[in-house]
């Protein structure tokens, strides 16, 4: 565990029994109580010099248990020592038990209590409070490294910005608006860096919806032309192409999805902040419209309505290349079945002179 202590040069622990009640905190109920235990700690230790730093009050050591019980043990802590204020990072067990594929996963959450020192200090307080705001974002959709990584920057700035207060008590006006300049910048520097890996990480979520919802189409279109080639039924053949219409549009859509996403600039990108169960169900559903596509495309084809025959011999790989573009270019669906919706209601400037053609007079 790493943890800081800090004192303002000169200044001196009060001995009053009276004890601080927080007015706000973020993080957890118990990091309050840990906050105090703290601090009563060090009013003893202030008191009584001669105290070993070893020989820690049974508060303390009660709420310390008590809340990495709860919360995971402490990374970094920082505490102040002219009021009950702390910033800490902690990090909770592995969820491997809950996702053999996600043994680098914890709980990392910070934890904040300062309003005790930064009362008079209204720019620090505002920025504090926007790293919690920044923080929750980080917490919700980031994972593993990359969460740490945020985690742990985040509360660099607090503790950098709790350590000012800690040092300079009657900081000057000008002074802290530099400070404060400058954690800001760094802020967004974090924000930058949560953005451009959430993007990532969305996408990888929402590919894996699609490969889920992929993999079950295939299956269940394979199965099912097992089945019909196993029976004697009249229409297995046009049930075969049927079902590979189905496979190979849903096949389309993911392969157009991962195309998008690997080439270059930002082609391809999902709103990550909705959440990772919407983000995959999202993307399992992006195979079912291609799917629903080739199957559409099969039967345009198949009614003749566009007057493309098949070439001799090849119907199933004819098919098949057609319907994955069907599910791979939403532009080539669009244009087949442009072509198939005007020739059903006829040309548009038919259309136009007949719904502009005055209606003659009743006689």
Not at 74 to 86: D, F, H, L, N
Not at 101 to 118: K, P, Q
Not at 171 to 181: Q, Y
């Amino acid at each position: 565990m790493s943890t800081t202590v800090a004192q303002a040069p000169g200044s001196e622990l009060t001995t009053s029994a009276a004890e601080p009640v927080a007015a706000s905190q973020v993080g957890a109920v118990s990091f309050s109580d840990l906050v105090r235990a703290h601090f009563r700690r060090e009013q003893r230790r202030a008191a009584d010099p001669d105290l070993a730093f070893e020989v820690a009050d049974d508060d303390f050591h009660e709420a310390l248990e008590r809340f990495e019980r709860e919360e995971g043990e402490i990374a970094a802590v920082y505490w102040s020592t002219q009021g009950a204020s702390a910033v800490a990072l902690t990090v909770g067990r592995p969820h491997a038990g809950r996702n053999p594929f996600a043994d680098t996963e914890t709980d990392v959450r910070l934890h904040r209590l300062t309003d005790w020192v930064t009362w008079d200090a209204e720019r620090v307080a505002e920025l504090l409070h926007d790293c919690d705001l920044l923080a929750i974002r980080v917490g919700e959709i980031l994972r593993g490294t990359s969460e740490r990584i945020a985690m742990r920057w985040l509360f660099a700035v607090q503790e950098h910005l709790l350590g000012l207060i800690e040092r300079c008590p009657e900081i000057e006006p000008a002074r802290e608006r530099e400070v404060v300049a400058s954690q800001r910048r760094e802020l967004a520097r974090i924000e930058e860096y949560y953005l451009r890996t959430a993007a990532k990480a969305g996408r990888i979520v929402y590919v894996t919806g699609m490969l889920l919802g992929s993999t079950l189409i295939v299956a269940v279109c394979a199965l099912a032309a097992f089945v019909i080639t196993r029976g004697t039924h009249s229409w297995g053949r046009e049930a075969e192409v049927l079902l590979l219409c189905g496979g190979a549009g849903a096949v389309g859509a993911l392969v157009s999805v991962l195309s998008r996403m690997s080439g270059a600039g930002d082609k391809f990108s999902v709103d990550f902040e909705i959440g990772r169960p919407l983000l995959r169900r999202l993307g399992l559903y992006k195979p079912m419209v291609g799917s629903v596509f080739g199957v559409a495309l099969y039967f345009l084809l198949a009614s003749g309505l566009l007057k493309t025959q098949p070439p001799e011999g090849n119907l199933l790989d004819f098919y098949a290349i057609l319907a994955f573009f069907a599910g791979f270019s939403e532009r080539f669906t669009a244009v087949i079945f442009g072509n198939a919706e005007r020739l059903i209601s006829g040309p548009e400037d038919q259309q136009t002179a007949t719904a502009s053609e005055p209606s003659s007079p009743p006689r």
